[in-house]
C-alpha cells in the first residue's frame, strides 16, 4: 500500500493526512490547510510549492478500471439493460422501430443523468428504483437528457447520409467533447453547457491525462455499433443484431457514464468554482514576501513545541536576513533571544530596530520599541547618534524631557556617521533651559556649537526664535 494513503499528519499525528507530497514524503491534515479543500485549485506544498495529492479525492479512475466494467453488470443495472433490449427484441421492424426507439432513448438517457448525477456525489453503486423518480432531482437529471438527445441526433444524421468519413469524423469529434460536456451540464444544471467551447476546452484542460484516457474510452464506445454490425463471420437477423448492440452499448455506455461522474467527482474542486473555471491555467501564487515568514513562524513554532530553541531562532534569523522589516519575525525573534538569556545578542538586535524605524519615519514606534523593552534590557540605550536624536525629540514631545536630556547628553561631540550633531547638542542645551532652567550645563553646549559650527547655530536660533520667542536670551549668539 502507498505510504501516502495511511501517513498520519506531519504536525497533528492523531490527524490522518488529507494532502500529501510525494516529493518531500509531507501529509498534511485539514488543520495544517484549512479551507483548502474549498479552493478551486491545487493544494501547493509549503515545502517545494508543488501541488500535494488529494488524498481523499482516490487514485486515478484507470486505476480501478475493473471496478468501472463491472457496474455495468451490477444487478439492477442489468435489469434495466435487458428491459431494453427486451422492447427492442418485440418491437417489428419498419417506422414503429422509430416511433418505439425514441421513448426507449429518453429512458436510456434518463437513467444515464440519474447515474451521473449520484456517481458525481461520491456513489459508488448503481441506482434503486426510488432514486428514479426523486423528484427533487428530475428537472437537472432532464437537462442533461435534452444534452444527450442532441449528441443521438447528431449521430442518427451523420449514419443517414451514408458516407463513412463523414460518420467517422462526426463519432471522434462527439467522442472528444461527451465527457466535457457530461461534466458541465451535471456542474451547471443546464443543458446549453454541454455546447459552450470555452466551457469544455477549460474542462479539459484542467482534467488533463485524465481526460485525454475518458475521451479514448468514449471512443471506443462510440465504436461498438461497427465492432457488431460487421464483425467478419457474424450472420444473424436484423432484430437479433439491434438487441445485440442494444445490449452491449447499454452496459458500455453506464459503465462509461459513471466513470465520467467518477472523474467528476475528483475534481470537482476545481470546476465548480468559478475562480477554477477561468482561462488563466493557474492563479497567481501569493508574493514569497506574504508566505515565506508566515512559513518561518510555523516551522519555528514546531521546533519551539520541541523544545528546540536554537533551531527555532536560526530558522527565524533566516527569515529576518530577507524580511527585516516583518513584525512578527522580530517580534519572536526576540521573544527567542530572552528565553535563551541572550541579553547582549537581544540588545544588538533591538539597536537595529531602532535605526531602522528611525531611518523609515516611525520615530513613535521606535520608542515603543525601546520603552517596551528597556526594563528587560537593564535600562540599556541606543547607541546610534541618528537614533537617539530623533527619539529624544519624540520623548520630549510625550512630557519626557528628563530620558530625552539624558539620551542627547550621552551623545558623542564628534560622529562621523551623523551630520546633526551640533544640533543635538543645541536641542539639549535648550531642554535644560526650559525645562529644568539649568543654565550652567546649557552654556557650555551652546558655546561649542557657536565656535565650532557658527553657521549651522545660527539657522538653529533662527528657526527656534520663530518658534518661541521667550528662548531669545538664551539663544542669542555669541559676539
Known amino acids: 500500500m502507498d505510504k501516502s494513503d495511511t501517513a498520519p499528519c506531519r504536525y497533528h499525528q492523531r490527524n490522518p493526512g488529507k494532502w500529501h507530497c510525494r516529493d518531500c514524503d509531507l501529509a498534511l491534515c485539514g488543520d495544517c490547510k484549512p479551507m483548502a479543500d474549498r479552493l478551486p485549485d491545487d493544494v501547493p506544498c509549503p515545502l517545494c510549492r508543488t501541488p500535494m495529492a488529494d488524498l481523499d479525492a482516490g487514485p486515478p479512475f484507470w486505476q480501478h478500471w475493473r ?4 457496474y455495468g453488470l451490477e444487478r439492477t443495472v442489468l435489469i434495466f439493460i435487458g428491459v431494453i433490449g427486451l422492447v427492442q427484441l418485440i418491437t417489428p421492424a419498419g417506422l414503429t422501430t422509430l416511433l ?4 426507449v432513448l429518453i429512458l436510456f438517457l434518463y437513467y444515464m443523468a440519474v447515474i451521473i448525477d449520484r456517481s458525481a456525489c461520491g456513489s459508488i453503486s448503481p441506482p434503486v428504483m426510488a432514486e428514479l423518480t426523486d423528484r427533487t432531482r428530475i428537472d437537472a437529471r432532464m437537462e442533461w437528457v435534452k444534452a444527450g438527445l442532441v449528441y443521438a441526433l447528431a449521430l ?3 449514419g ?12 471522434l469529434l462527439a467522442a472528444m467533447a461527451f465527457p466535457a460536456s457530461v461534466m458541465a451540464v451535471t456542474i451547471d444544471e443546464q443543458y446549453r453547457a454541454a455546447f459552450d467551447y470555452r466551457r469544455l476546452t477549460t474542462i479539459a484542460r484542467r482534467l488533463g491525462m485524465d481526460y485525454n ?8 464506445v462510440a465504436a461498438i ?3 457488431v454490425f460487421y464483425l467478419p463471420g457474424l450472420i444473424l437477423p436484423t432484430f437479433i443484431h439491434a438487441t445485440l448492440l442494444t445490449l452491449v452499448y447499454g452496459w458500455a455506455g453506464l459503465s462509461l457514464s459513471h466513470a465520467i461522474a467518477g472523474v467528476l467527482y475528483q475534481y470537482r474542486r476545481k470546476l465548480e468554482f468559478g475562480a477554477g473555471m477561468d482561462p488563466i491555467d493557474r492563479p497567481l501564487p501569493p508574493k514569497p514576501a506574504v508566505y515565506e515568514p508566515v512559513q518561518a513562524l510555523a516551522d519555528a513554532r514546531v521546533q519551539m513545541a520541541e523544545d528546540q530553541l536554537d533551531h527555532a531562532r536560526v530558522t527565524i534569523g533566516e527569515a529576518m536576513t530577507r524580511y527585516p522589516r516583518n513584525r512578527e519575525l522580530n517580534r519572536r525573534f526576540e521573544e527567542l533571544l530572552a528565553a535563551n538569556g541572550q541579553i547582549s545578542a537581544l540588545k544588538n538586535h533591538v539597536e537595529r530596530v531602532l535605526h531602522r524605524k528611525v531611518s523609515d ?8 520599541h525601546w520603552l517596551h523593552h528597556r526594563d528587560s534590557l ?9 537614533t537617539r536624536h530623533r527619539m529624544a525629540m519624540e520623548l520630549e514631545k510625550r512630557g519626557d524631557p528628563r530620558t530625552a536630556v539624558r539620551l542627547l547628553l550621552a551623545l558623542p561631540k564628534m560622529d562621523p556617521r551623523y551630520g546633526r550633531l551640533p544640533e543635538a547638542c543645541l536641542d539639549a542645551a535648550r531642554m535644560l533651559e526650559e525645562h529644568f532652567a539649568d543654565h550652567a550645563k546649557a552654556e557650555p553646549l551652546r558655546k561649542f556649537v557657536q565656535t565650532r559650527y557658527p553657521g549651522r547655530a545660527a539657522s538653529w536660533y533662527e528657526k527656534y526664535q520663530l518658534v518661541d520667542k521667550n528662548l531669545q536670551e538664551h539663544t542669542k549668539p555669541i559676539g
Open 156 to 158: 442518427l444524421a451523420a
Open 378 to 386: 537593564e535600562g540599556w540605550e541606543p547607541k546610534i547618534s541618528a
Open 213 to 220: 484516457l475518458l475521451a479514448a474510452a468514449t471512443l471506443a
Open 361 to 368: 519615519g516611525d520615530v513613535t514606534g521606535a520608542v515603543d
Open 160 to 171: 443517414l447520409i451514408g458516407s463513412p468519413l463523414v460518420l467517422g469524423m462526426v463519432v
Open 67 to 70: 471496478e468501472i466494467l463491472r
Open 225 to 227: 455499433p461497427v465492432l
Open 100 to 103: 418505439a426507439g425514441l421513448p
